[in-house]
Protein backbone atom coordinates (compact mmCIF):
# COMPACT_ATOMS: atom_id res chain seq x y z
CA UNK A 1 0.00 0.00 0.00
CA UNK A 2 1.69 3.48 -1.04
CA UNK A 3 1.98 6.14 1.51
CA UNK A 4 -0.48 9.42 1.28
CA UNK A 5 1.46 12.25 3.44
CA UNK A 6 -1.52 14.60 2.54
CA UNK A 7 -3.93 12.20 4.83
CA UNK A 8 -5.20 14.18 7.92
CA UNK A 9 -5.15 12.00 11.40
CA UNK A 10 -9.17 13.21 11.41
CA UNK A 11 -9.95 11.70 8.76
CA UNK A 12 -8.41 8.42 9.34
CA UNK A 13 -10.47 7.51 12.59
CA UNK A 14 -11.71 4.14 12.30
CA UNK A 15 -15.36 4.11 12.00
CA UNK A 16 -18.18 2.85 14.37
CA UNK A 17 -21.63 1.50 14.55
CA UNK A 18 -23.09 0.58 11.41
CA UNK A 19 -20.81 2.59 9.41
CA UNK A 20 -18.67 1.15 6.37
CA UNK A 21 -15.82 3.43 7.28
CA UNK A 22 -15.02 4.24 3.56
CA UNK A 23 -12.65 7.16 3.24
CA UNK A 24 -12.50 7.52 -0.56
CA UNK A 25 -10.13 10.95 -2.05
CA UNK A 26 -10.04 10.22 -5.89
CA UNK A 27 -6.86 11.38 -7.07
CA UNK A 28 -7.07 9.36 -10.29
CA UNK A 29 -10.49 11.01 -11.42
CA UNK A 30 -8.90 14.71 -10.70
CA UNK A 31 -6.50 13.38 -13.76
CA UNK A 32 -7.60 14.94 -17.27
CA UNK A 33 -10.92 13.27 -19.31
CA UNK A 34 -8.93 10.87 -21.55
CA UNK A 35 -7.58 9.44 -18.21
CA UNK A 36 -11.22 7.40 -17.62
CA UNK A 37 -15.03 7.41 -18.78
CA UNK A 38 -17.15 8.04 -15.89
CA UNK A 39 -19.40 4.95 -15.61
CA UNK A 40 -21.77 3.67 -13.12
CA UNK A 41 -22.35 -0.19 -11.84
CA UNK A 42 -25.03 -1.81 -13.95
CA UNK A 43 -27.37 -3.27 -11.23
CA UNK A 44 -28.38 -7.02 -10.72
CA UNK A 45 -31.16 -9.10 -9.68
CA UNK A 46 -30.36 -10.54 -6.40
CA UNK A 47 -26.80 -9.18 -4.83
CA UNK A 48 -25.60 -12.04 -2.05
CA UNK A 49 -22.08 -11.34 -0.79
CA UNK A 50 -20.64 -15.10 -1.07
CA UNK A 51 -17.14 -14.83 0.70
CA UNK A 52 -15.51 -11.59 2.63
CA UNK A 53 -12.30 -10.75 3.73
CA UNK A 54 -12.50 -9.72 7.34
CA UNK A 55 -8.64 -9.74 7.77
CA UNK A 56 -8.31 -7.53 5.00
CA UNK A 57 -11.07 -5.12 5.91
CA UNK A 58 -9.45 -4.62 9.53
CA UNK A 59 -6.67 -3.48 7.74
CA UNK A 60 -7.86 -1.08 5.36
CA UNK A 61 -9.64 0.42 8.32
CA UNK A 62 -13.04 -0.79 7.73
CA UNK A 63 -15.89 -1.51 9.63
CA UNK A 64 -16.33 -5.69 8.79
CA UNK A 65 -19.85 -5.55 11.01
CA UNK A 66 -21.16 -3.34 8.52
CA UNK A 67 -20.67 -5.44 5.84
CA UNK A 68 -22.72 -8.71 7.69
CA UNK A 69 -25.94 -6.64 6.92
CA UNK A 70 -27.84 -6.68 3.99
CA UNK A 71 -26.66 -3.21 2.13
CA UNK A 72 -23.39 -4.68 1.95
CA UNK A 73 -24.35 -6.78 -0.96
CA UNK A 74 -25.54 -3.77 -2.69
CA UNK A 75 -22.10 -1.99 -2.19
CA UNK A 76 -20.09 -4.58 -3.57
CA UNK A 77 -22.15 -5.82 -6.34
CA UNK A 78 -22.57 -1.95 -7.57
CA UNK A 79 -26.21 -1.61 -6.75
CA UNK A 80 -25.28 1.24 -4.51
CA UNK A 81 -21.91 3.44 -4.90
CA UNK A 82 -20.32 3.68 -1.43
CA UNK A 83 -20.84 7.96 -0.29
CA UNK A 84 -17.51 9.72 -1.80
CA UNK A 85 -16.93 6.74 -4.80
CA UNK A 86 -16.38 8.71 -8.21
CA UNK A 87 -16.87 5.39 -10.42
CA UNK A 88 -14.80 5.52 -13.52
CA UNK A 89 -13.19 2.76 -15.98
CA UNK A 90 -9.66 3.25 -16.62
CA UNK A 91 -8.14 3.62 -20.44
CA UNK A 92 -5.42 1.67 -21.55
CA UNK A 93 -3.46 -0.58 -23.85
CA UNK A 94 -1.84 -3.36 -24.14
CA UNK A 95 0.96 -5.51 -25.94
CA UNK A 96 -1.36 -9.20 -25.82
CA UNK A 97 1.08 -12.38 -27.60
CA UNK A 98 2.99 -9.42 -28.76
CA UNK A 99 0.21 -6.91 -30.64
CA UNK A 100 -0.36 -3.82 -29.22
CA UNK A 101 -4.21 -3.25 -28.67
CA UNK A 102 -6.34 -0.16 -27.34
CA UNK A 103 -8.27 -2.01 -24.29
CA UNK A 104 -9.73 0.19 -20.84
CA UNK A 105 -11.53 -1.52 -18.67
CA UNK A 106 -14.34 -3.34 -20.04
CA UNK A 107 -15.25 -5.06 -17.18
CA UNK A 108 -14.30 -3.25 -13.98
CA UNK A 109 -14.78 -0.17 -12.47
CA UNK A 110 -12.82 1.74 -9.95
CA UNK A 111 -14.88 2.96 -7.16
CA UNK A 112 -12.42 5.41 -6.13
CA UNK A 113 -9.18 5.19 -3.44
CA UNK A 114 -9.47 4.52 0.05
CA UNK A 115 -7.57 5.88 2.57
CA UNK A 116 -6.15 3.33 5.36
CA UNK A 117 -5.04 4.02 9.28
CA UNK A 118 -2.02 3.66 8.08
CA UNK A 119 -1.82 6.64 5.53
CA UNK A 120 -1.73 3.99 2.70
CA UNK A 121 -3.73 4.83 -0.29
CA UNK A 122 -5.31 1.60 -2.54
CA UNK A 123 -7.32 1.42 -5.29
CA UNK A 124 -11.21 0.01 -4.62
CA UNK A 125 -12.45 -1.69 -7.78
CA UNK A 126 -15.35 -3.72 -9.10
CA UNK A 127 -14.52 -6.30 -11.36
CA UNK A 128 -17.35 -7.33 -13.07
CA UNK A 129 -20.20 -4.74 -12.49
CA UNK A 130 -21.56 -4.19 -15.88
CA UNK A 131 -20.64 -2.73 -19.32
CA UNK A 132 -18.21 0.44 -19.78
CA UNK A 133 -17.49 2.14 -23.04
CA UNK A 134 -14.38 -0.07 -22.86
CA UNK A 135 -16.34 -3.29 -23.06
CA UNK A 136 -15.84 -3.81 -27.10
CA UNK A 137 -19.21 -5.16 -27.53
CA UNK A 138 -18.82 -7.50 -23.98
CA UNK A 139 -21.29 -7.91 -21.06
CA UNK A 140 -19.07 -6.30 -18.72
CA UNK A 141 -19.73 -8.69 -16.29
CA UNK A 142 -17.77 -12.31 -14.83
CA UNK A 143 -18.24 -15.28 -13.62
CA UNK A 144 -18.42 -16.47 -9.71
CA UNK A 145 -15.62 -19.74 -10.69
CA UNK A 146 -13.09 -16.89 -11.84
CA UNK A 147 -13.61 -14.65 -9.53
CA UNK A 148 -13.48 -17.22 -6.63
CA UNK A 149 -10.50 -18.21 -8.08
CA UNK A 150 -8.93 -14.38 -8.21
CA UNK A 151 -9.74 -14.18 -4.39
CA UNK A 152 -8.16 -17.73 -3.30
CA UNK A 153 -4.83 -17.16 -5.34
CA UNK A 154 -4.51 -13.53 -4.50
CA UNK A 155 -4.90 -14.67 -1.22
CA UNK A 156 -2.62 -17.61 -1.62
CA UNK A 157 0.17 -15.20 -3.17
CA UNK A 158 -0.33 -12.36 -0.25
CA UNK A 159 0.12 -15.41 2.68
CA UNK A 160 3.39 -16.84 0.35
CA UNK A 161 5.01 -12.81 0.89
CA UNK A 162 4.63 -11.86 -3.07
CA UNK A 163 3.73 -8.41 -3.86
CA UNK A 164 -0.46 -8.83 -5.06
CA UNK A 165 -3.83 -7.27 -5.14
CA UNK A 166 -5.91 -8.42 -2.91
CA UNK A 167 -9.78 -9.42 -2.90
CA UNK A 168 -11.99 -7.70 -0.40
CA UNK A 169 -15.50 -9.49 -1.33
CA UNK A 170 -16.81 -12.00 -4.16
CA UNK A 171 -20.69 -11.44 -4.11
CA UNK A 172 -23.00 -13.58 -6.24
CA UNK A 173 -25.02 -11.30 -8.71
CA UNK A 174 -28.62 -13.27 -9.22
CA UNK A 175 -27.75 -13.50 -13.14
CA UNK A 176 -26.13 -15.62 -15.43
CA UNK A 177 -23.45 -14.94 -17.32
CA UNK A 178 -23.28 -16.58 -20.97
CA UNK A 179 -20.06 -17.80 -22.08
CA UNK A 180 -19.45 -21.22 -23.63
CA UNK A 181 -22.60 -22.07 -21.08
CA UNK A 182 -24.88 -20.06 -18.60
CA UNK A 183 -22.65 -19.61 -15.81
CA UNK A 184 -23.79 -17.90 -12.24
CA UNK A 185 -22.42 -14.40 -12.19
CA UNK A 186 -20.13 -12.42 -9.79
CA UNK A 187 -18.30 -9.30 -8.74
CA UNK A 188 -15.17 -9.14 -7.18
CA UNK A 189 -13.95 -6.35 -5.28
CA UNK A 190 -10.11 -6.22 -5.67
CA UNK A 191 -7.99 -4.19 -3.80
CA UNK A 192 -4.63 -2.72 -5.52
CA UNK A 193 -2.02 -0.33 -4.67
CA UNK A 194 -2.89 0.89 -7.81
CA UNK A 195 -4.46 -0.14 -11.66
CA UNK A 196 -1.37 1.76 -13.54
CA UNK A 197 -0.47 -0.44 -15.96
CA UNK A 198 2.63 -0.30 -18.99
CA UNK A 199 -0.48 -0.07 -21.04
CA UNK A 200 -1.80 2.92 -19.82
CA UNK A 201 1.67 4.21 -20.19
CA UNK A 202 1.54 2.83 -23.78
CA UNK A 203 -2.32 4.34 -24.22
CA UNK A 204 -1.18 7.91 -24.43
CA UNK A 205 1.76 6.96 -26.10
CA UNK A 206 0.42 5.34 -29.26
CA UNK A 207 -2.29 8.46 -29.55
CA UNK A 208 1.21 10.72 -29.75
CA UNK A 209 -0.96 12.42 -26.65
CA UNK A 210 2.75 13.39 -24.86
CA UNK A 211 0.92 15.60 -22.25
CA UNK A 212 -1.19 13.11 -20.86
CA UNK A 213 1.87 10.87 -21.19
CA UNK A 214 3.39 13.56 -18.97
CA UNK A 215 0.65 13.81 -16.31
CA UNK A 216 0.56 10.46 -16.44
CA UNK A 217 4.34 9.97 -15.48
CA UNK A 218 4.18 12.62 -12.74
CA UNK A 219 0.79 11.09 -11.02
CA UNK A 220 2.21 7.87 -10.90
CA UNK A 221 5.99 8.94 -9.27
CA UNK A 222 3.80 11.05 -6.88
CA UNK A 223 1.96 8.04 -5.86
CA UNK A 224 4.49 5.52 -5.95
CA UNK A 225 7.79 7.12 -6.26
CA UNK A 226 8.19 10.64 -3.99
CA UNK A 227 11.36 10.16 -3.58
CA UNK A 228 12.15 10.25 -7.31
CA UNK A 229 10.46 13.49 -8.13
CA UNK A 230 13.20 15.37 -6.84
CA UNK A 231 15.69 13.74 -8.73
CA UNK A 232 17.73 15.38 -11.87
CA UNK A 233 15.98 12.92 -14.08
CA UNK A 234 12.69 11.73 -12.60
CA UNK A 235 11.20 9.69 -16.03
CA UNK A 236 14.44 8.10 -15.42
CA UNK A 237 14.34 7.14 -12.10
CA UNK A 238 10.76 5.67 -12.85
CA UNK A 239 11.63 3.86 -15.04
CA UNK A 240 14.66 2.30 -12.78
CA UNK A 241 11.76 1.75 -10.04
CA UNK A 242 9.99 -0.34 -12.97
CA UNK A 243 12.73 -2.18 -13.55
CA UNK A 244 13.83 -3.42 -9.67
CA UNK A 245 10.00 -4.15 -8.55
CA UNK A 246 9.50 -6.12 -12.03
CA UNK A 247 12.90 -7.94 -11.34
CA UNK A 248 11.60 -8.66 -7.64
CA UNK A 249 8.68 -9.67 -8.50
CA UNK A 250 9.31 -12.35 -11.15
CA UNK A 251 12.16 -13.68 -8.45
CA UNK A 252 9.23 -14.32 -6.29
CA UNK A 253 6.86 -16.25 -9.08
CA UNK A 254 9.60 -18.83 -9.67
CA UNK A 255 10.23 -19.10 -5.93
CA UNK A 256 6.95 -20.92 -5.74
CA UNK A 257 6.63 -22.20 -9.07
CA UNK A 258 3.91 -19.43 -10.10
CA UNK A 259 2.76 -19.40 -13.59
CA UNK A 260 0.92 -15.70 -14.06
CA UNK A 261 -0.23 -17.35 -17.64
CA UNK A 262 -1.17 -14.25 -19.80
CA UNK A 263 1.94 -11.74 -19.12
CA UNK A 264 0.68 -8.63 -21.16
CA UNK A 265 1.68 -5.27 -20.96
CA UNK A 266 -1.84 -4.28 -19.95
CA UNK A 267 -1.07 -7.09 -16.84
CA UNK A 268 2.22 -5.36 -15.36
CA UNK A 269 1.47 -2.97 -12.90
CA UNK A 270 3.76 -0.44 -12.45
CA UNK A 271 3.56 -0.54 -8.68
CA UNK A 272 5.05 -4.10 -8.83
CA UNK A 273 1.84 -6.10 -7.82
CA UNK A 274 0.76 -9.00 -9.21
CA UNK A 275 -2.09 -8.59 -10.72
CA UNK A 276 -5.22 -9.91 -13.07
CA UNK A 277 -5.66 -13.59 -11.98
CA UNK A 278 -6.91 -15.46 -14.92
CA UNK A 279 -5.25 -18.45 -16.33
CA UNK A 280 -2.77 -18.66 -13.55
CA UNK A 281 -1.79 -22.01 -11.78
CA UNK A 282 1.35 -23.86 -9.72
CA UNK A 283 3.42 -25.85 -10.90
CA UNK A 284 3.02 -29.38 -9.59
CA UNK A 285 5.89 -31.78 -11.64
CA UNK A 286 8.95 -29.01 -12.76
CA UNK A 287 8.84 -28.61 -15.98
CA UNK A 288 10.01 -24.96 -17.31
CA UNK A 289 8.04 -25.19 -20.37
CA UNK A 290 4.85 -25.31 -18.06
CA UNK A 291 2.19 -23.15 -19.47
CA UNK A 292 -1.36 -23.64 -18.23
CA UNK A 293 -3.24 -20.99 -20.65
CA UNK A 294 -6.03 -22.68 -23.33
CA UNK A 295 -4.82 -20.03 -25.88
CA UNK A 296 -0.82 -19.56 -25.20
CA UNK A 297 -0.52 -22.70 -27.77
CA UNK A 298 3.31 -21.35 -28.78
CA UNK A 299 4.40 -21.54 -24.75
CA UNK A 300 5.20 -17.61 -24.38
CA UNK A 301 3.93 -17.20 -21.08
CA UNK A 302 5.47 -20.71 -20.12
CA UNK A 303 7.05 -20.69 -16.39
CA UNK A 304 10.82 -20.25 -17.64
CA UNK A 305 9.88 -17.77 -20.13
CA UNK A 306 8.45 -15.26 -17.61
CA UNK A 307 11.67 -13.38 -16.70
CA UNK A 308 12.42 -12.73 -20.67
CA UNK A 309 8.87 -11.46 -20.81
CA UNK A 310 9.09 -8.98 -17.72
CA UNK A 311 11.87 -7.23 -19.54
CA UNK A 312 10.36 -7.60 -23.08
CA UNK A 313 7.61 -5.81 -21.18
CA UNK A 314 9.74 -3.21 -19.59
CA UNK A 315 11.14 -2.41 -23.00
CA UNK A 316 7.69 -1.66 -24.09
CA UNK A 317 7.43 0.79 -20.84
CA UNK A 318 10.89 2.26 -21.90
CA UNK A 319 9.36 2.96 -25.49
CA UNK A 320 6.38 4.73 -23.88
CA UNK A 321 8.43 7.18 -22.17
CA UNK A 322 10.85 7.92 -24.62
CA UNK A 323 8.73 10.59 -25.58
CA UNK A 324 8.89 12.92 -21.91
CA UNK A 325 12.66 13.09 -22.55
CA UNK A 326 12.70 16.52 -24.24
CA UNK A 327 13.81 18.25 -26.36
CA UNK A 328 15.71 15.72 -28.01
CA UNK A 329 14.26 12.14 -27.01
CA UNK A 330 16.23 10.16 -29.29
CA UNK A 331 19.21 11.57 -27.24
CA UNK A 332 18.20 9.52 -24.23
CA UNK A 333 18.07 6.09 -25.49
CA UNK A 334 21.83 5.41 -24.23
CA UNK A 335 20.63 6.02 -20.80
CA UNK A 336 16.85 4.31 -21.24
CA UNK A 337 18.72 1.22 -22.75
CA UNK A 338 21.22 1.18 -19.50
CA UNK A 339 18.69 1.09 -17.28
CA UNK A 340 16.60 -1.96 -19.27
CA UNK A 341 20.10 -3.44 -19.48
CA UNK A 342 19.99 -3.88 -15.54
CA UNK A 343 17.14 -6.13 -15.33
CA UNK A 344 18.97 -9.22 -15.94
CA UNK A 345 21.47 -8.76 -13.15
CA UNK A 346 18.83 -7.48 -10.84
CA UNK A 347 16.78 -10.57 -11.70
CA UNK A 348 19.56 -12.48 -11.33
CA UNK A 349 20.43 -10.88 -7.68
CA UNK A 350 16.82 -11.30 -6.36
CA UNK A 351 16.56 -14.96 -7.70
CA UNK A 352 19.70 -15.95 -5.92
CA UNK A 353 18.81 -14.74 -2.58
CA UNK A 354 15.27 -16.92 -2.81
CA UNK A 355 16.96 -20.02 -4.25
CA UNK A 356 19.28 -19.70 -1.62
CA UNK A 357 16.64 -19.01 1.27
CA UNK A 358 15.16 -22.61 -1.04
CA UNK A 359 18.24 -25.18 -0.20
CA UNK A 360 19.27 -23.35 3.45
CA UNK A 361 22.02 -21.16 1.80
CA UNK A 362 22.67 -18.05 4.45
CA UNK A 363 24.81 -16.00 2.11
CA UNK A 364 24.16 -16.46 -1.93
CA UNK A 365 26.89 -16.93 -4.37
CA UNK A 366 27.49 -17.12 -7.77
CA UNK A 367 28.48 -20.70 -7.51
CA UNK A 368 25.40 -21.56 -6.13
CA UNK A 369 23.38 -21.12 -9.33
CA UNK A 370 25.43 -24.29 -10.70
CA UNK A 371 23.53 -26.21 -7.66
CA UNK A 372 20.37 -24.79 -8.01
CA UNK A 373 20.25 -25.43 -11.95
CA UNK A 374 21.45 -28.97 -11.12
CA UNK A 375 18.76 -29.34 -9.07
CA UNK A 376 15.97 -28.23 -11.17
CA UNK A 377 17.21 -30.50 -14.30
CA UNK A 378 17.03 -33.55 -11.94
CA UNK A 379 13.36 -32.09 -10.80
CA UNK A 380 12.35 -32.11 -14.78
CA UNK A 381 13.78 -35.25 -15.87
CA UNK A 382 12.47 -37.17 -12.70
CA UNK A 383 8.95 -35.29 -12.84
CA UNK A 384 9.76 -34.47 -9.35
CA UNK A 385 6.88 -31.94 -7.69
CA UNK A 386 8.45 -28.93 -6.95
CA UNK A 387 7.04 -27.40 -3.65
CA UNK A 388 7.41 -31.13 -2.27
CA UNK A 389 10.66 -31.99 -3.45
CA UNK A 390 12.42 -28.61 -1.36
CA UNK A 391 10.06 -29.21 1.47
CA UNK A 392 11.42 -33.11 1.89
CA UNK A 393 14.63 -31.82 1.46
CA UNK A 394 14.34 -29.45 4.82
CA UNK A 395 13.04 -32.32 6.96
CA UNK A 396 16.01 -35.32 6.22
CA UNK A 397 18.36 -32.28 7.26
CA UNK A 398 20.25 -34.48 10.49
CA UNK A 399 23.23 -33.62 12.57
CA UNK A 400 26.40 -35.92 11.72
CA UNK A 401 29.92 -35.80 12.54
CA UNK A 402 30.64 -34.44 9.07
CA UNK A 403 27.91 -31.50 9.45
CA UNK A 404 24.43 -31.35 7.91
CA UNK A 405 23.17 -34.62 5.52
CA UNK A 406 20.56 -36.08 4.02
CA UNK A 407 19.42 -39.59 5.38
CA UNK A 408 20.72 -41.64 2.04
CA UNK A 409 18.87 -44.85 2.01
CA UNK A 410 17.49 -45.97 -1.43
CA UNK A 411 14.04 -47.02 0.29
CA UNK A 412 13.95 -42.66 1.48
CA UNK A 413 15.25 -41.41 -1.44
CA UNK A 414 12.64 -43.35 -3.34
CA UNK A 415 10.00 -42.67 -1.12
CA UNK A 416 10.57 -38.73 -1.23
CA UNK A 417 12.08 -38.88 -4.59
CA UNK A 418 14.95 -36.63 -3.56
CA UNK A 419 17.97 -36.44 -5.77
CA UNK A 420 21.13 -38.64 -5.88
CA UNK A 421 23.90 -38.75 -3.71
CA UNK A 422 26.71 -36.87 -6.12
CA UNK A 423 23.97 -34.08 -5.62
CA UNK A 424 23.13 -34.29 -1.78
CA UNK A 425 27.05 -34.49 -1.15
CA UNK A 426 27.89 -31.32 -2.81
CA UNK A 427 24.64 -29.45 -1.20
CA UNK A 428 26.23 -31.00 2.15
CA UNK A 429 29.60 -29.59 1.58
CA UNK A 430 27.90 -26.23 0.71
CA UNK A 431 25.89 -26.73 4.21
CA UNK A 432 29.06 -27.27 6.38
CA UNK A 433 31.30 -24.54 5.26
CA UNK A 434 28.58 -21.74 6.37
CA UNK A 435 28.85 -23.71 10.06
CA UNK A 436 24.84 -22.83 10.43
CA UNK A 437 22.90 -26.13 12.59
CA UNK A 438 20.87 -28.65 11.08
CA UNK A 439 17.87 -26.69 12.70
CA UNK A 440 18.72 -23.45 11.45
CA UNK A 441 18.77 -25.04 8.23
CA UNK A 442 15.80 -26.41 8.04
CA UNK A 443 14.27 -23.39 10.03
CA UNK A 444 15.29 -21.39 7.29
CA UNK A 445 14.27 -23.29 4.27
CA UNK A 446 10.80 -24.02 5.94
CA UNK A 447 10.74 -20.31 5.89
CA UNK A 448 11.21 -19.81 2.15
CA UNK A 449 9.22 -23.16 0.93
CA UNK A 450 5.90 -23.42 0.94
CA UNK A 451 4.23 -26.38 2.59
CA UNK A 452 0.98 -26.12 0.75
CA UNK A 453 0.23 -24.37 -2.58
CA UNK A 454 -2.93 -23.94 -3.98
CA UNK A 455 -2.84 -27.45 -5.96
CA UNK A 456 -4.14 -27.39 -9.15
CA UNK A 457 -6.80 -30.15 -9.53
CA UNK A 458 -7.64 -29.06 -5.85
CA UNK A 459 -8.91 -25.41 -7.02
CA UNK A 460 -10.81 -26.79 -9.58
CA UNK A 461 -12.57 -29.44 -7.41
CA UNK A 462 -13.25 -26.28 -5.03
CA UNK A 463 -15.22 -23.99 -7.80
CA UNK A 464 -16.90 -26.66 -9.14
CA UNK A 465 -18.59 -27.59 -5.61
CA UNK A 466 -19.17 -23.35 -5.18
CA UNK A 467 -20.20 -22.80 -8.56
CA UNK A 468 -21.83 -26.32 -9.45
CA UNK A 469 -23.55 -27.44 -6.19
CA UNK A 470 -23.44 -23.83 -4.07
CA UNK A 471 -21.24 -25.50 -1.14
CA UNK A 472 -18.46 -23.12 -0.55
CA UNK A 473 -17.43 -25.14 2.54
CA UNK A 474 -14.32 -26.82 0.54
CA UNK A 475 -13.35 -23.31 -0.81
CA UNK A 476 -13.12 -22.04 2.54
CA UNK A 477 -11.14 -25.15 3.75
CA UNK A 478 -8.53 -24.24 0.85
CA UNK A 479 -8.87 -20.63 1.52
CA UNK A 480 -7.63 -21.23 4.80
CA UNK A 481 -5.44 -23.52 3.98
CA UNK A 482 -3.22 -21.47 1.55
CA UNK A 483 -3.52 -18.40 4.36
CA UNK A 484 -0.26 -20.20 6.29
CA UNK A 485 1.30 -21.64 3.80
CA UNK A 486 4.38 -22.08 5.31
CA UNK A 487 3.15 -24.30 8.47
CA UNK A 488 2.61 -28.18 7.81
CA UNK A 489 0.71 -28.79 10.88
CA UNK A 490 -2.75 -29.43 10.28
CA UNK A 491 -2.22 -29.22 6.37
CA UNK A 492 -4.50 -31.77 4.42
CA UNK A 493 -2.30 -33.81 2.40
CA UNK A 494 -3.86 -33.19 -0.85
CA UNK A 495 -2.58 -29.82 -1.29
CA UNK A 496 0.80 -31.02 0.57
CA UNK A 497 1.64 -33.72 -2.01
CA UNK A 498 1.63 -34.04 -5.63
CA UNK A 499 -1.78 -34.77 -7.43
CA UNK A 500 -2.35 -38.75 -7.61
CA UNK A 501 -1.30 -40.94 -11.09
CA UNK A 502 -3.77 -40.18 -14.22
CA UNK A 503 -4.71 -36.20 -12.91
CA UNK A 504 -5.44 -34.49 -15.79
CA UNK A 505 -2.92 -31.45 -16.49
CA UNK A 506 -4.48 -28.39 -15.46
CA UNK A 507 -5.61 -26.09 -18.39
CA UNK A 508 -7.10 -22.09 -17.23
CA UNK A 509 -9.13 -19.77 -19.36
CA UNK A 510 -8.65 -15.83 -18.82
CA UNK A 511 -12.64 -15.83 -17.62
CA UNK A 512 -13.57 -13.26 -19.94
Not at 358 to 376: A, I, R, S
Not at 379 to 392: I, K, P
Request: hydrophobic share 40%; with cysteine; aromatic share 8%.
Amino acid sequence: MERHPSATTDSLIRPEGSQPGWRFDNSYARLPGTFFARVNPTPVAAPRVVVFNRGLAEELGLNPEAFANGEAAAWLTGNAVPEGAEPIAQAYAGHQFGHLARLGDGRAILLGEHLTPSRGRVDIQLKGPGPTPYSRRGDGRAALGPMLREYLVSEAMHALGIPTTRSLAVAATGEPVFRERALPGAVLTRVAASHIRVGTFEYFAALGDVESLRVLAEYTLRRHFPDRLGADEPILGLLEEAVERQARLIAAWMRVGFVHGVMNTDNMAVSGETIDYGPCAFVDAYDPGTVFSSIDHQGRYALSQQPAIAAWNLARFAEALLPLFLPDPNAAVPKVQAVLDTFQDRYRRHARAARAGKLGLLEPQVEDDTLFEELLDWMHREAADHTQTFRELASRVTRDPGGSRVADSQEARTAARIPPEPWRNRWQERLAAQGASPEAVMKRMNAHNPAVIPRNHVVEEVLEAATERQDLAPFLDVLRAVSRPYDEDGQPDRLRHAPPPGTPRCRTFCGT
